[in-house]
């Protein structure tokens, strides 16, 4: 049964990307793709000259899991670095990538070298998944074990092996990745100051690889129950500030989820009573004969007080694909940048306690 699913599952993901991959793997083998550590570290000079930044290859094991986990480590140059230390994001690759693709397609570590931010990319295996998805619909997944317990892990050990600052640790990313960040955000609010998803699937709502292709195009039929499971077993102690992200044109993973997402996590922050504020809409892109206005930027706050407790932000005509990115890495297209968006966001956030 569970590799009639796995295969349910690999068949539904590449029928919705298949256009989308096509089109962007023949833009690829036209420019092609830089490879290698220069092409993701960060280089901010118009002559090519690399900032004393390092991206580092490395493994995590942690004993007793049963297996280990790969990722890649953007330090920022040293004069960067805060006193009180450096602010960690999690960066969480969706399917079909890793994270060397994410690292450029994003271009986040060039901005967090500007603000002296560490990244760190985890990066699933294919031997835990053939398409190196995270298993986001997995039932210990969704209760806080198996890769989001790996994270977590991971999360703990980079705190003691470098100059980080605990309460700013950040978890953001895109589709699987930006379930699994909402998985973390949720079960280990203790590490989480604030999250990010972009064109990510509403928690709760299916148990299997089946049931995740429902969720992602379709939604959840009850969508605050699995947050109200969440706070009746650890309660609401600290509220946890969100920033959403997705496009009107996503057939991967229908904006109907961004607006569930919204709805869970003004749920998740109810003791903090957020209100919303008067949508704002932001024009961005260029005119052309072809394209006589331009593209739209949908922006609804929620504050509790001062405090910008919830963003989401709908953009027009973006599909399955990281807003602002490098279109010559699958999974990223113009637009207004995301990563701008959320590290913005994140700088107005620290975990309290």
Known sequence: MFRKLNRLWYRGIEKLVR???????????????????????GRTSDKGAAPAASWLPRRFAKEGA???????????????????????????????????????????NVLAESKGYAVVYPEQSLGAHARRCWTWYDCTTQRGGADAALIAHLIRELLTLYQIDPQRIYVCGISAGAAMAHILALHYPELI??????????????????????????GALHVEAPIDDILKKRGAAAPMPAILLCGDNDQVVRSINGRQLERQFLRLNQA???????PVTKAFGRTSSATRRK????????RAGRKLLLRSVQIEGLGHAWSGGDESVPFHAKGPSASRLMLDFFSRHRRLG
């Open 19 to 41: 256009q989308q991959g096509r089109r962007i793997r023949a833009g690829i083998k036209k420019r092609g793709v830089a490879q290698g550590a220069a092409a993701y570290s």
């Open 272 to 278: 903090w009573q957020p209100l919303a504020q008067p």
């Open 66 to 108: 049963g297996r280990g986990l790969s990722y890649r480590l953007f330090l920022p140059s040293p004069p960067a670095r805060d006193a009180a230390g450096m602010p960690l994001v999690i960066m969480l690759h969706g399917c079909h990538q890793d994270a060397d693709e994410l690292a450029k397609g994003t271009g986040m």
């Open 193 to 218: 100051a604030a999250v990010g998803m972009h064109c990510g699937p509403v928690f709760g709502a299916c148990r299997s690889a089946a049931g995740a292709i429902r969720v992602m195009q379709h």
């Open 295 to 302: 593209r739209r930027m949908l922006v609804r706050d929620y």
